[in-house]
């Protein structure tokens, strides 16, 4: 029951992240600026994270799969961005953090970067390691034994 519980929080995680990102999508269009640019990232991100909370939702199978492709995509970007900032790095770095652009917070740590994608790659194969789980696959795998609309002939 515990398990069933996490899938259902995991799922309300991605419905967030998911409007989240589309929130992040159309902000550019909020602001009444003459030129607008839109980033199609956010809304992809944020369309694929809804559909795979659809799903998870509804404990299918092919949510659990999918989720699970996308946190390995997401830990193959972050390892690749990891690389590049190790590479491209110089001297005293600096990071800021901002929220509609507006600098919300500033820190004097070169790894600052680094640090947040190595705990972004973590969270990300905690989750796999969880979905993956052969308890967690059962729960998945229950409702398609309990499925009640299936046409049972006898004969």
């Known amino acids: 029951m515990t398990r069933k519980k996490l899938v259902t929080a995991l799922s309300i995680i991605y419905i967030m992240s998911g409007l989240w990102d589309i929130g992040i999508f159309l902000y550019p269009l909020a602001k009444s600026s003459s030129s607008i640019e839109l980033d199609l990232a956010p809304l992809i991100g944020g369309v694929l994270a809804l559909y795979v909370a659809s799903y998870l939702w509804k404990l299918d199978e092919f949510g659990r799969k999918l989720a699970v492709f996308l946190l ?3 830990v193959a970007i972050n390892s690749a961005f990891m690389v590049w900032a190790f590479s491209a790095q110089k001297g005293v770095g600096r990071s ?8 919300v917070y500033s820190i004097e740590n070169r790894y600052a970067l680094q640090i947040f994608l190595f705990v972004g790659i973590i969270v990300a194969l905690s989750v796999i390691l969880f979905l993956s789980q052969s308890e967690t696959k059962k729960i998945f795998g229950s409702r398609k034994a309990d499925n009640s609309d299936a046409i049972v002939e006898s004969g």
């Open 72 to 74: 390995y995509v997401r």
């Open 96 to 103: 800021w953090l901002f929220f509609l652009d507006q600098r």
